[in-house]
């Protein structure tokens, strides 16, 4: 079971929108919506961000939102903060009924 | 308040045993799958595998299969990770995550516990 595949890295300024893609095939990302998002900050455990591709859980910022198209998942962070510079990792269902995470994207706030 | 608090650091030697814990509280620990994640040093997320505790149904990933074992003990709300014999490559922390209840995603996460293994 190969990673999916995210951007090793993007970066953004204070108020402006970022989107970290999330490759897969349609044995995961494409074949079902159970796409979920973790932010982790350096040090600390993932948390989560985004489930069921596009649902946020209680307590998360408007901020971030999710969507996909085909076996590409995308999480959207909007009005950007110094606070959500952190690694960002996307995961999926399998068809095996694993899971498999992206290798990761490290978002910089400029 | 939901809470999964693991066992601490731990130092081995290649070749030795370990089995590190993951202990569930603040909700109904039987109900809910139990995952572990590693994440090597400057390295991603990667997933080991998945238990259910009330009856031990286990997933491995392939990576990992054969390698660990999950295992679980219902009495004591408490999830485990276990190795036979340690390699150098598994130095690592490694995390416990609870999946939601309806869905497959992974809503609380433990602390994460060290483990580094000398050769």
């Known amino acids: 079971q190969s990673a999916l595949t995210q951007p090793a890295s993007v970066s953004g300024s204070p108020g402006q929108s970022i989107t970290i893609s999330c490759t897969g095939t349609?044995?995961?990302?494409?074949?079902?919506?159970?796409v979920s998002w973790y932010q982790q900050h350096p040090g600390k455990a993932p948390k989560l961000i985004i489930y069921?591709?596009?649902h946020r859980p209680s307590g998360v910022s408007s901020r971030f939102s999710g969507s996909k198209s085909g076996n590409t998942a995308s999480l959207t962070i909007s009005g950007l903060q110094a606070e959500d510079e952190a690694d960002y990792y996307c995961?999926?269902?399998?068809?095996?009924?694993?899971?498999?995470f992206g290798g990761g994207t490290k978002l910089t706030v400029l | 308040e939901v809470q999964l608090v693991q066992s601490g650091a731990e130092v081995k030697k290649a070749g030795e045993s370990l089995k590190i814990s993951c202990q569930g509280s603040?909700?109904?620990?039987?109900?809910?799958?139990i995952t572990w994640v590693r994440q090597m040093p400057g390295k991603g997320l990667e997933w080991m595998g998945i238990?259910?505790?009330?009856?031990?149904?286990?997933t491995y990933s392939p990576s990992f299969q054969g390698q660990v074992t999950l295992s679980a003990d219902k009495s004591s709300n408490t999830a485990y990770l276990q190795w036979r014999s340690l390699k150098a490559s598994d130095t690592a922390m490694y995390y416990c995550?609870?999946?939601?209840?309806?869905?497959?995603?992974?809503?609380?996460w433990g602390q994460g516990t060290l483990v580094t293994v000398s050769s």
């Open positions: 069921d591709v596009s």
């Open positions: 603040g909700y109904s620990f039987t109900n809910y799958w």
């Open positions: 349609s044995s995961d990302v494409g074949g079902y919506n159970y």
């Open positions: 238990i259910y505790p009330p009856d031990s149904d286990t």
């Open positions: 995550a609870r999946r939601a209840a309806a869905g497959k995603e992974f809503d609380y």
């Open positions: 995961c999926s269902y399998t068809s095996s009924t694993t899971r498999v």
